[in-house]
Protein backbone atom coordinates (compact mmCIF):
# COMPACT_ATOMS: atom_id res chain seq x y z
CA UNK A 1 0.00 0.00 0.00
CA UNK A 2 1.47 3.50 -0.81
CA UNK A 3 1.79 6.73 0.80
CA UNK A 4 -1.37 9.25 0.57
CA UNK A 5 0.05 11.33 -2.69
CA UNK A 6 -0.28 15.32 -2.02
CA UNK A 7 -3.21 15.64 -3.72
CA UNK A 8 -5.18 12.92 -1.58
CA UNK A 9 -6.36 13.65 2.12
CA UNK A 10 -5.32 10.77 4.18
CA UNK A 11 -8.30 9.04 6.22
CA UNK A 12 -7.42 10.81 9.71
CA UNK A 13 -5.49 13.98 10.38
CA UNK A 14 -4.84 15.70 13.46
CA UNK A 15 -5.37 19.48 12.17
CA UNK A 16 -7.48 20.44 14.87
CA UNK A 17 -8.29 23.91 13.27
CA UNK A 18 -9.30 25.79 16.90
CA UNK A 19 -7.80 29.08 15.73
CA UNK A 20 -10.45 31.91 15.99
CA UNK A 21 -10.87 35.94 16.88
CA UNK A 22 -11.65 36.48 20.57
CA UNK A 23 -15.36 36.55 21.60
CA UNK A 24 -17.09 39.79 20.59
CA UNK A 25 -20.04 41.01 22.91
CA UNK A 26 -21.71 41.62 19.02
CA UNK A 27 -22.24 38.26 18.35
CA UNK A 28 -25.91 38.47 18.64
CA UNK A 29 -26.52 35.86 21.03
CA UNK A 30 -27.53 37.12 24.74
CA UNK A 31 -25.68 34.93 27.67
CA UNK A 32 -28.28 32.51 27.98
CA UNK A 33 -28.83 31.66 24.12
CA UNK A 34 -25.37 31.31 24.29
CA UNK A 35 -24.76 28.74 26.87
CA UNK A 36 -27.33 26.68 25.29
CA UNK A 37 -25.21 26.26 22.27
CA UNK A 38 -21.92 26.31 24.08
CA UNK A 39 -23.96 22.76 26.12
CA UNK A 40 -25.15 21.74 22.96
CA UNK A 41 -21.64 22.04 20.68
CA UNK A 42 -19.80 20.31 24.03
CA UNK A 43 -21.69 17.49 23.97
CA UNK A 44 -21.78 16.86 19.99
CA UNK A 45 -18.26 17.35 20.18
CA UNK A 46 -17.58 14.92 23.12
CA UNK A 47 -19.70 12.54 20.55
CA UNK A 48 -17.38 12.77 17.73
CA UNK A 49 -14.18 12.65 19.99
CA UNK A 50 -15.30 9.63 21.29
CA UNK A 51 -16.17 8.16 17.96
CA UNK A 52 -12.93 9.55 16.46
CA UNK A 53 -14.63 12.30 14.13
CA UNK A 54 -12.01 14.50 13.92
CA UNK A 55 -13.39 16.40 11.09
CA UNK A 56 -16.68 17.01 13.15
CA UNK A 57 -15.35 17.12 16.05
CA UNK A 58 -12.80 20.00 14.57
CA UNK A 59 -15.70 22.00 13.06
CA UNK A 60 -17.44 22.10 16.63
CA UNK A 61 -14.01 23.00 18.17
CA UNK A 62 -13.94 26.28 15.77
CA UNK A 63 -17.32 27.22 16.90
CA UNK A 64 -16.86 26.84 20.51
CA UNK A 65 -13.84 28.95 20.68
CA UNK A 66 -16.07 31.80 19.00
CA UNK A 67 -18.11 31.29 21.65
CA UNK A 68 -15.69 30.70 24.83
CA UNK A 69 -13.48 32.31 26.74
CA UNK A 70 -10.95 31.69 29.18
CA UNK A 71 -11.77 35.31 30.21
CA UNK A 72 -15.74 35.52 29.56
CA UNK A 73 -18.25 34.25 32.06
CA UNK A 74 -18.58 31.28 34.31
CA UNK A 75 -20.45 29.22 31.40
CA UNK A 76 -17.74 30.91 28.87
CA UNK A 77 -15.12 29.76 31.11
CA UNK A 78 -16.35 26.26 31.92
CA UNK A 79 -16.50 25.57 28.03
CA UNK A 80 -13.07 26.78 27.33
CA UNK A 81 -12.17 24.11 29.73
CA UNK A 82 -13.51 21.31 28.46
CA UNK A 83 -13.06 22.16 24.56
CA UNK A 84 -9.19 22.09 25.86
CA UNK A 85 -9.48 18.41 27.15
CA UNK A 86 -11.39 17.59 24.20
CA UNK A 87 -8.62 18.83 21.86
CA UNK A 88 -5.99 17.08 23.69
CA UNK A 89 -7.85 13.91 23.83
CA UNK A 90 -8.24 14.30 19.83
CA UNK A 91 -4.21 14.35 19.65
CA UNK A 92 -3.30 11.63 22.05
CA UNK A 93 -5.18 9.59 19.55
CA UNK A 94 -2.01 9.04 17.32
CA UNK A 95 -3.60 7.99 14.02
CA UNK A 96 -0.45 6.55 12.50
CA UNK A 97 0.37 4.69 15.78
CA UNK A 98 -3.10 2.85 15.19
CA UNK A 99 -2.84 2.18 11.47
CA UNK A 100 0.40 1.03 12.47
CA UNK A 101 -1.16 -1.72 14.86
CA UNK A 102 -4.09 -2.80 12.72
CA UNK A 103 -1.70 -3.20 9.96
CA UNK A 104 -0.63 -6.93 9.51
CA UNK A 105 -0.07 -6.92 13.73
CA UNK A 106 -3.14 -7.83 15.74
CA UNK A 107 -5.24 -8.99 12.96
CA UNK A 108 -2.75 -11.46 11.67
CA UNK A 109 -1.83 -12.61 15.12
CA UNK A 110 -6.02 -13.59 15.66
CA UNK A 111 -6.93 -14.77 12.32
CA UNK A 112 -8.10 -17.58 11.69
CA UNK A 113 -9.42 -18.10 15.41
CA UNK A 114 -13.04 -19.23 16.20
CA UNK A 115 -13.39 -17.52 19.58
CA UNK A 116 -11.50 -14.37 19.74
CA UNK A 117 -11.44 -12.29 22.97
CA UNK A 118 -10.14 -8.44 23.40
CA UNK A 119 -9.25 -7.37 26.32
CA UNK A 120 -8.77 -4.09 26.32
CA UNK A 121 -6.88 -1.92 29.16
CA UNK A 122 -8.27 1.77 28.77
CA UNK A 123 -8.29 2.95 25.33
CA UNK A 124 -11.25 2.06 23.97
CA UNK A 125 -10.82 3.63 21.18
CA UNK A 126 -13.32 2.58 18.28
CA UNK A 127 -10.39 3.61 15.33
CA UNK A 128 -8.48 0.62 16.64
CA UNK A 129 -11.54 -1.86 16.86
CA UNK A 130 -13.45 -1.08 14.24
CA UNK A 131 -10.33 -2.21 11.34
CA UNK A 132 -9.60 -4.61 13.47
CA UNK A 133 -13.51 -6.46 13.34
CA UNK A 134 -13.18 -6.27 9.83
CA UNK A 135 -9.34 -7.75 9.19
CA UNK A 136 -10.81 -10.65 10.97
CA UNK A 137 -14.32 -10.95 9.59
CA UNK A 138 -13.31 -13.06 6.77
CA UNK A 139 -11.59 -16.11 8.42
CA UNK A 140 -11.25 -19.62 6.59
CA UNK A 141 -13.43 -20.98 9.12
CA UNK A 142 -16.89 -17.82 8.60
CA UNK A 143 -16.25 -15.01 11.07
CA UNK A 144 -15.43 -15.48 14.54
CA UNK A 145 -17.34 -14.97 17.81
CA UNK A 146 -16.04 -11.96 19.60
CA UNK A 147 -16.37 -10.89 22.72
CA UNK A 148 -14.66 -7.38 24.16
CA UNK A 149 -13.68 -6.75 27.66
CA UNK A 150 -13.24 -2.58 28.01
CA UNK A 151 -11.70 -1.71 31.32
CA UNK A 152 -12.25 1.49 32.84
CA UNK A 153 -14.94 3.62 30.75
CA UNK A 154 -17.12 5.72 31.37
CA UNK A 155 -20.69 4.51 31.28
CA UNK A 156 -21.39 7.39 28.22
CA UNK A 157 -18.02 5.95 26.11
CA UNK A 158 -18.87 2.26 26.49
CA UNK A 159 -22.77 2.55 24.99
CA UNK A 160 -21.36 4.84 21.96
CA UNK A 161 -18.26 1.98 21.83
CA UNK A 162 -20.90 -1.25 22.32
CA UNK A 163 -23.13 1.01 19.58
CA UNK A 164 -20.00 1.63 16.79
CA UNK A 165 -18.98 -2.02 16.91
CA UNK A 166 -21.93 -3.81 16.90
CA UNK A 167 -23.05 -1.90 13.43
CA UNK A 168 -19.53 -2.69 12.08
CA UNK A 169 -20.04 -6.10 13.09
CA UNK A 170 -23.32 -6.74 11.14
CA UNK A 171 -22.14 -4.99 8.26
CA UNK A 172 -19.52 -8.14 8.45
CA UNK A 173 -22.25 -10.99 9.23
CA UNK A 174 -20.24 -11.04 12.41
CA UNK A 175 -23.62 -11.65 14.82
CA UNK A 176 -22.16 -12.89 17.48
CA UNK A 177 -20.42 -10.37 19.50
CA UNK A 178 -20.02 -9.75 23.20
CA UNK A 179 -19.18 -6.78 25.88
CA UNK A 180 -17.91 -7.65 29.34
CA UNK A 181 -17.51 -3.62 30.46
CA UNK A 182 -14.89 -3.26 33.59
CA UNK A 183 -16.11 -0.48 35.90
CA UNK A 184 -12.55 -0.28 37.71
CA UNK A 185 -9.04 1.01 37.75
CA UNK A 186 -6.25 -0.93 36.13
CA UNK A 187 -4.50 -1.07 39.60
CA UNK A 188 -7.94 -2.62 40.95
CA UNK A 189 -8.35 -5.10 38.03
CA UNK A 190 -8.88 -8.95 39.42
CA UNK A 191 -9.16 -11.56 37.63
CA UNK A 192 -13.08 -12.74 37.73
CA UNK A 193 -13.36 -9.02 36.17
CA UNK A 194 -12.24 -10.58 32.85
CA UNK A 195 -14.37 -13.46 32.80
CA UNK A 196 -12.24 -15.48 30.60
CA UNK A 197 -12.76 -19.00 29.41
CA UNK A 198 -10.80 -21.73 28.37
CA UNK A 199 -12.54 -21.82 24.68
CA UNK A 200 -11.42 -18.48 23.95
CA UNK A 201 -8.15 -16.92 22.05
CA UNK A 202 -7.24 -13.93 24.00
CA UNK A 203 -5.53 -10.56 23.39
CA UNK A 204 -4.57 -7.81 25.43
CA UNK A 205 -4.22 -4.75 24.35
CA UNK A 206 -2.91 -1.67 26.67
CA UNK A 207 -1.78 1.62 24.98
CA UNK A 208 0.29 4.29 27.10
CA UNK A 209 -1.49 3.27 30.18
CA UNK A 210 0.41 -0.05 31.80
CA UNK A 211 3.30 2.36 33.44
CA UNK A 212 1.00 3.60 36.39
CA UNK A 213 0.82 0.17 37.83
CA UNK A 214 4.21 1.20 38.74
CA UNK A 215 3.27 3.93 40.73
CA UNK A 216 4.46 2.65 44.29
CA UNK A 217 5.29 4.43 47.62
CA UNK A 218 9.18 4.82 46.91
CA UNK A 219 11.75 6.81 48.92
CA UNK A 220 12.64 10.09 47.54
CA UNK A 221 15.73 10.83 46.79
CA UNK A 222 16.30 13.98 47.63
CA UNK A 223 19.77 14.37 46.27
CA UNK A 224 19.82 16.92 43.27
CA UNK A 225 23.38 15.66 41.46
CA UNK A 226 23.05 14.11 37.82
CA UNK A 227 24.02 10.33 38.10
CA UNK A 228 27.77 9.34 36.72
CA UNK A 229 27.16 7.92 32.84
CA UNK A 230 29.24 4.74 34.21
CA UNK A 231 27.12 4.09 37.29
CA UNK A 232 25.32 1.46 37.44
CA UNK A 233 22.06 1.82 39.33
CA UNK A 234 20.74 4.11 36.30
CA UNK A 235 20.02 1.40 34.37
CA UNK A 236 18.81 -0.93 36.99
CA UNK A 237 14.99 -2.46 36.51
CA UNK A 238 13.26 -1.37 39.65
CA UNK A 239 11.35 -3.87 41.45
CA UNK A 240 7.23 -3.50 41.79
CA UNK A 241 5.45 -5.92 43.49
CA UNK A 242 1.96 -4.51 42.09
CA UNK A 243 3.34 -4.88 38.73
CA UNK A 244 4.57 -8.30 39.02
CA UNK A 245 1.54 -9.36 40.45
CA UNK A 246 -0.26 -8.10 37.49
CA UNK A 247 1.96 -9.85 34.78
CA UNK A 248 1.63 -13.02 36.91
CA UNK A 249 -2.06 -12.72 36.38
CA UNK A 250 -2.32 -11.85 33.04
CA UNK A 251 0.27 -14.83 31.98
CA UNK A 252 -2.20 -17.02 34.03
CA UNK A 253 -4.81 -16.94 31.09
CA UNK A 254 -2.14 -17.34 28.60
CA UNK A 255 -2.93 -14.96 25.75
CA UNK A 256 -2.05 -15.60 22.44
CA UNK A 257 -0.80 -12.00 22.30
CA UNK A 258 -0.39 -8.71 24.29
CA UNK A 259 -0.05 -5.58 22.83
CA UNK A 260 2.32 -2.91 24.77
CA UNK A 261 2.46 0.84 23.86
CA UNK A 262 4.56 2.57 25.74
CA UNK A 263 6.29 6.47 25.70
CA UNK A 264 10.20 5.58 24.97
CA UNK A 265 11.83 7.08 27.92
CA UNK A 266 12.43 7.00 31.95
CA UNK A 267 10.69 9.05 34.15
CA UNK A 268 10.28 6.57 37.05
CA UNK A 269 13.60 7.24 39.18
CA UNK A 270 13.37 8.32 42.79
CA UNK A 271 16.12 11.08 41.35
CA UNK A 272 14.66 14.30 40.66
CA UNK A 273 17.56 15.57 38.84
CA UNK A 274 17.19 12.00 36.71
CA UNK A 275 13.59 12.33 35.80
CA UNK A 276 13.54 15.90 35.09
CA UNK A 277 16.92 15.87 32.79
CA UNK A 278 14.99 13.09 30.84
CA UNK A 279 12.35 14.78 30.70
CA UNK A 280 13.76 17.37 29.47
CA UNK A 281 14.85 15.70 26.44
CA UNK A 282 11.65 13.46 25.93
CA UNK A 283 8.97 16.81 25.95
CA UNK A 284 11.23 19.04 23.85
CA UNK A 285 10.52 16.35 20.81
CA UNK A 286 7.21 16.54 21.18
CA UNK A 287 7.17 20.23 21.61
CA UNK A 288 9.43 20.56 18.46
CA UNK A 289 6.59 18.43 16.58
CA UNK A 290 3.92 20.82 18.33
CA UNK A 291 6.02 23.34 16.88
CA UNK A 292 5.79 22.17 13.39
CA UNK A 293 1.95 20.70 13.73
CA UNK A 294 0.66 23.58 14.41
CA UNK A 295 2.70 26.25 12.71
CA UNK A 296 0.10 29.35 11.68
CA UNK A 297 -2.04 28.72 14.75
CA UNK A 298 -2.81 30.78 17.54
CA UNK A 299 -1.28 30.74 20.86
CA UNK A 300 -4.27 30.03 22.68
CA UNK A 301 -4.61 26.77 19.94
CA UNK A 302 -0.83 25.77 20.58
CA UNK A 303 -1.54 26.22 24.61
CA UNK A 304 -4.68 23.63 25.11
CA UNK A 305 -2.19 20.63 23.94
CA UNK A 306 0.84 21.75 25.51
CA UNK A 307 -1.41 22.02 29.11
CA UNK A 308 -2.16 17.86 28.35
CA UNK A 309 1.80 17.49 28.17
CA UNK A 310 2.19 20.08 31.25
CA UNK A 311 0.29 18.15 33.22
CA UNK A 312 2.10 14.86 32.57
CA UNK A 313 5.79 16.82 33.40
CA UNK A 314 3.77 18.17 36.33
CA UNK A 315 2.88 14.73 37.96
CA UNK A 316 6.51 13.71 36.57
CA UNK A 317 8.42 16.66 38.57
CA UNK A 318 6.12 17.52 41.61
CA UNK A 319 4.70 14.00 42.38
CA UNK A 320 6.03 11.70 44.84
CA UNK A 321 5.09 8.21 45.69
CA UNK A 322 1.93 6.56 45.50
CA UNK A 323 0.42 10.00 43.56
CA UNK A 324 3.27 9.87 40.99
CA UNK A 325 1.50 7.67 38.52
CA UNK A 326 3.48 9.29 34.88
CA UNK A 327 6.52 6.29 35.58
CA UNK A 328 7.59 6.10 32.24
CA UNK A 329 9.91 3.25 31.21
CA UNK A 330 12.24 2.54 28.17
CA UNK A 331 11.75 -0.61 26.02
CA UNK A 332 14.72 -2.54 27.21
CA UNK A 333 13.20 -2.76 30.98
CA UNK A 334 9.44 -3.10 29.57
CA UNK A 335 11.36 -6.61 27.78
CA UNK A 336 12.95 -7.39 31.35
CA UNK A 337 9.89 -7.33 32.98
CA UNK A 338 7.74 -9.04 30.90
CA UNK A 339 10.54 -11.63 29.98
CA UNK A 340 10.78 -12.31 33.82
CA UNK A 341 7.27 -13.26 33.88
CA UNK A 342 7.47 -15.44 31.60
CA UNK A 343 6.60 -13.70 28.09
CA UNK A 344 8.88 -13.77 24.46
CA UNK A 345 8.48 -11.25 22.21
CA UNK A 346 6.87 -11.42 19.07
CA UNK A 347 7.40 -9.80 15.56
CA UNK A 348 3.89 -8.95 14.49
CA UNK A 349 5.06 -6.29 11.70
CA UNK A 350 8.61 -8.19 10.89
CA UNK A 351 6.66 -8.99 7.50
CA UNK A 352 5.06 -5.76 7.17
CA UNK A 353 7.32 -3.23 8.09
CA UNK A 354 7.45 -1.18 4.78
CA UNK A 355 3.35 -1.10 4.57
CA UNK A 356 3.31 0.16 8.30
CA UNK A 357 5.89 3.40 7.65
CA UNK A 358 4.32 3.88 4.75
CA UNK A 359 0.64 4.08 6.69
CA UNK A 360 2.39 6.66 9.44
CA UNK A 361 3.91 8.63 6.85
CA UNK A 362 0.72 8.48 4.91
CA UNK A 363 -0.69 10.41 7.51
CA UNK A 364 1.30 13.13 7.35
CA UNK A 365 2.57 13.43 10.27
CA UNK A 366 5.31 15.63 9.30
CA UNK A 367 9.26 14.35 10.67
CA UNK A 368 7.14 11.00 12.21
CA UNK A 369 8.58 7.82 11.27
CA UNK A 370 8.98 3.89 12.09
CA UNK A 371 11.50 2.18 12.85
CA UNK A 372 12.42 -1.20 13.71
CA UNK A 373 14.68 -1.58 16.82
CA UNK A 374 15.46 -4.35 19.23
CA UNK A 375 12.02 -6.11 18.89
CA UNK A 376 10.07 -3.59 19.46
CA UNK A 377 8.20 -0.85 16.75
CA UNK A 378 9.74 2.72 17.54
CA UNK A 379 7.53 5.50 16.12
CA UNK A 380 10.39 8.45 15.91
CA UNK A 381 10.33 11.86 15.38
CA UNK A 382 13.21 13.06 13.55
CA UNK A 383 14.51 9.83 14.30
CA UNK A 384 14.45 10.43 18.07
CA UNK A 385 12.19 7.69 20.06
CA UNK A 386 8.72 8.75 20.67
CA UNK A 387 6.59 5.40 21.72
CA UNK A 388 7.60 2.23 21.97
CA UNK A 389 5.14 -0.79 20.12
CA UNK A 390 5.97 -4.24 21.21
CA UNK A 391 4.10 -7.85 21.19
CA UNK A 392 4.34 -10.22 23.74
CA UNK A 393 3.32 -14.13 24.41
CA UNK A 394 4.02 -16.99 26.60
CA UNK A 395 6.89 -19.06 26.35
CA UNK A 396 5.77 -22.45 25.31
CA UNK A 397 2.82 -20.60 22.64
Known amino acids: MSSASPSQKPDITLSLNLSSPSPSPN ?18 CANHASSGNLRHADT ?6 ELASVSGDSMERLAARFASALAARLVKRWPGLYKALNNGGLGLAMSGEQVIHIIDLGSGDPKLWAPFIRGVANGPDGP ?48 DMLKVNSDEAIALTSILGLHALLAEDDRVDARFGLHNNNDKKINQVKECKRMTEFLEMIRSIRPKVVLLVEQESDHNSTRLADRFVE ?18 FSCTDRTRLEEMFGQEIEDIVAGEGLEREERHERYVKWAFRFTKAGFRPVRLWYETMDEAREMVEGCRLGGFKVLSQK ?10 PIYAVSAWTCFGS
Open 27 to 44: DGLKPQERSVELIQLLLT
Open 60 to 65: CLRRIS
Open 144 to 191: PRLKFTFVGLSKEAQERLQGRLVKEAKTLNIMQIEFNIVNAKLRELTL
Open 375 to 384: GSLMICWHER
Open 279 to 296: GLHFYSALFDWIDVKFSG
